[in-house]
């Protein structure tokens, strides 16, 4: 999948926005620009 076209992942990104816009409840935007740490806390929140 990484040696996609960068036109396949912004298809793919596109595609998941569109779900997130319709409120799709088992989608969720994770910030990637905090620590790790961070990260997996708001992964485990999300599914308690």
């Known amino acids: ?3 996609e076209p960068f036109e396949f992942h912004s298809r793919v990104d596109r ?3 569109v779900l997130i816009e319709k409120s799709i ?3 969720k935007v994770i ?3 905090t620590s790790p740490e961070e990260i ?3 992964i ?3 599914f308690e």
Do not use: L, N, W
């Open 40 to 42: 997996h806390t708001e």
């Open 31 to 33: 910030e990637a620009s």
């Open 25 to 27: 409840p088992r989608i």
């Open 1 to 3: 999948m990484d040696e």
């Open 15 to 17: 595609g998941y926005r």
């Open 44 to 46: 485990k929140s999300f």
